[in-house]
C-alpha cells in the first residue's frame, strides 16, 4: 500500500501543471526500477542482520570445517604417494652385477685364502687379487700390520727331484723344546714345516734333505754358523705349527735372527719361500741368504733389510693366523658362486685344521652409495635400503674341535632389483638402484677342505617403485 501510495504521488508530481520534463523523468524512473530487478547483492532488512546464539555456533562449525579441509587438502599435496610394480629387469648396468664385501676371518691366514668365483655359464676364476686386498688380523680380528701382499702364490714347477734318491737327514729335527734356542743360535733358520700323509711333502722331502746336507757341507754349523736347515712334522708338533700359523704343506719358513722384536710391535719377522722345491734350487735360494751375512759364526743380523737382495720366490709370512677380504668382483647375471677357501696348487691341507669361521662387515650387490647420501634417502623413504646389506654385522662362528671339524659355511641369496622413479616436471626422474636380497644360512659338515660359500641367484625382474 506505501509503495502505490509513493507511486502515485510521484506520478501525481511528475503531472503537475508547468512542468515540462515529465515523460523523460517517468521513462528515467521506469528504466531504473528495471534495472533493481536484476541486483545480486541486494539490501538485508535490519531486523534480519542482528546476531543470534544459533548464528554463532553455525558460523564457528563453518570455520572449523574450512580449516579442517584445508589441513587435509595441504596434508595430502605433501604426502608421498607410492606406487609399485614389478617388470623384466631392464638396468642400465648391462648383464654384468658388482658384489662388494669387506670378510674378516679370524682363523684363515692370508698366505692361502684365495677368492673365486664361478656360475652356471662355465665361468670359473680362481683367486682373483686385482680387486681384491687383505690383511693380516688377529683372533680379535685387530688388524697387525699393513695389508698382505696381493699377489698370487708363485706357480712351482719343479716339486722335487726327477730322480728321488734319498741321501739321509741332512736337516735337523726341530721340536717345541729346541725350536727357541736353534732360531736365535743361527742368523738364518730355514725350516720346512711337513706332514708325512702330505703328497707334496713326500716329494720335497728328497731333494730337501740333500739340499741341507750340502749346505750344512758349505757352511758348517760349529765352524761357519750362518745358516743351518731344520724340519717340523706338523702331526706331531702342533702346537708348533699353529705358533707359526702353518696351514698348508710343505710350508717352508725363513727365520731371521734379531729382527724378532726389532719391528711389527715385536712380532716375529720371518718370510715364506715360494720357489722351485729341486735340490739346485733350494741351494741357489739358501746362498742368496747367507750372502750379506759376515762370515764369523753366531753374529746377530741385524742389517738392514732394503740391503737384502729382492727375490720373487720370498715374501713375508703372516705374522697372525687371520685375515681381512676386501674388495670387489664383478658376475654375470645368472646363478653363481663367490668361493673363499684355503688354496695352493703346491700345497695339502689338513681339512681338520681349516676354520673358516668368519664375520660379515659388508657383503652387498650394485654400485656403492656414500653413507651419506644413503642417510638422507633412507630418510626420506623409510622403506628404502632395509635389505640392501643383508648379512651386514653377522658372525658365523665354528668353535674348533672335533665335533666341528671340516665345517663348510653357505649362504644362499635371493638377489631383485629396486628401482625409486620420480616425477618431476611431468617427467619420470631415477633417484636410485639397488639391490636387496634375501639370505639364508647353513653350517654344512663335509670330507673336503672347509670353505664359505655365497650362492647368489639374480631374480630376472625388478621392481619399480
Given at each position: 500500500i506505501e509503495g502505490k501510495a509513493a507511486v502515485l504521488w510521484?506520478?501525481?508530481?511528475?503531472?503537475?501543471?508547468?512542468?515540462?520534463?515529465?515523460p523523460a523523468r517517468c521513462h528515467a524512473m521506469i528504466?531504473?526500477?528495471?534495472?533493481?530487478?536484476?541486483?545480486f547483492y541486494r539490501k538485508i532488512p535490519r531486523d534480519l542482520t542482528e546476531a543470534s546464539l544459533s548464528g554463532a555456533g553455525l558460523s564457528i562449525f563453518a570455520a572449523l570445517a574450512m580449516v579442517f579441509l584445508f589441513g587435509m587438502e595441504l596434508s595430502s599435496y605433501l604426502a608421498v604417494n607410492t606406487t609399485t610394480s614389478v617388470i623384466v629387469d631392464r638396468s642400465s648396468d648391462g648383464e654384468f652385477l658388482r658384489i662388494d664385501f669387506n670378510l674378516s676371518f679370524p682363523a684363515l691366514s692370508c698366505e692361502f685364502a684365495s677368492v673365486d668365483v664361478s656360475d652356471v655359464l662355465g665361468t670359473n676364476r680362481l683367486n682373483i687379487t686385482k680387486t681384491v686386498r687383505k690383511f693380516s688380523i688377529d683372533r680379535n680380528l685387530v688388524p697387525t700390520g699393513s695389508e698382505f701382499h696381493a699377489g698370487p702364490i708363485p706357480t712351482v714347477n719343479k716339486h722335487g727331484d726327477d730322480v728321488e734318491e734319498y741321501h739321509g737327514d741332512g736337516s735337523v729335527a726341530l721340536s717345541s723344546r729346541n725350536f727357541d734356542s736353534y732360531s736365535h743360535l743361527y742368523p738364518v733358520l730355514v725350516v720346512n714345516f711337513y706332514a708325512p700323509w702330505c703328497y707334496w711333502s713326500n716329494r720335497l722331502k728328497p731333494s730337501w734333505e740333500k739340499a741341507a746336507q750340502i749346505i750344512r757341507e758349505r757352511y758348517d754349523p760349529e765352524m761357519d754358523g750362518r745358516i743351518l736347515l731344520g724340519k717340523v712334522d706338523c702331526t706331531e708338533e702342533v702346537e708348533l705349527c699353529k705358533r707359526h700359523h702353518i696351514q698348508g704343506?710343505?710350508?717352508?719358513?725363513?727365520?731371521?735372527k734379531g729382527s724378532d722384536m726389532k719391528e711389527n710391535q715385536g712380532h716375529h719377522d720371518h718370510d715364506s719361500y715360494y720357489g722351485e722345491r729341486d735340490t739346485e734350487s733350494l741351494v741357489a735360494a739358501m746362498e742368496t741368504y747367507v750372502a750379506n751375512i759376515p762370515k764369523e759364526a753366531h753374529v746377530l743380523a741385524l742389517e738392514d733389510k732394503s740391503n737384502r737382495t729382492v727375490d720373487p720366490a720370498k715374501r713375508p709370512a703372516p705374522m697372525t693366523g687371520g685375515c681381512r677380504i676386501e674388495g670387489f668382483v664383478r658376475v654375470k647375471k645368472v646363478p653363481g658362486s663367490v668361493v673363499i677357501s684355503a688354496r695352493s696348487g703346491s700345497h695339502s691341507f689338513d681339512p681338520s685344521q681349516i676354520n673358516v669361521s668368519h664375520y660379515v662387515t659388508t657383503f652387498s650387490f650394485g654400485k656403492r652409495l656414500s653413507s651419506k647420501m644413503f642417510n638422507e634417502l633412507k630418510r626420506l623413504f623409510p622403506y628404502v635400503g632395509g635389505h640392501h646389506d643383508r648379512l651386514a654385522g653377522q658372525s658365523y662362528i665354528v668353535k674348533h674341535?672335533?665335533?666341528n671339524a671340516n665345517v663348510t659355511i653357505e649362504h644362499y641369496l635371493q638377489i631383485v632389483k629396486t628401482e625409486l622413479v620420480t616425477l618431476r616436471y611431468a617427467k619420470e626422474l631415477k633417484v636410485l638402484e639397488e639391490y636387496e636380497y634375501t639370505a639364508h644360512s647353513s653350517l654344512v659338515h663335509s670330507f673336503y677342505v672347509p670353505?664359505?660359500?655365497?650362492?647368489?641367484?639374480?631374480?630376472?625382474m625388478q621392481v619399480g617403485i
Open positions: 510521484t506520478l501525481g508530481d511528475l503531472s503537475a501543471p508547468g512542468r515540462s520534463d515529465t528504466s531504473s526500477s528495471k534495472l533493481k530487478s536484476v541486483d704343506y710343505p710350508s717352508i719358513r725363513i727365520f731371521h674341535g672335533d665335533v670353505v664359505v660359500k655365497f650362492h647368489f641367484e639374480p631374480s630376472p
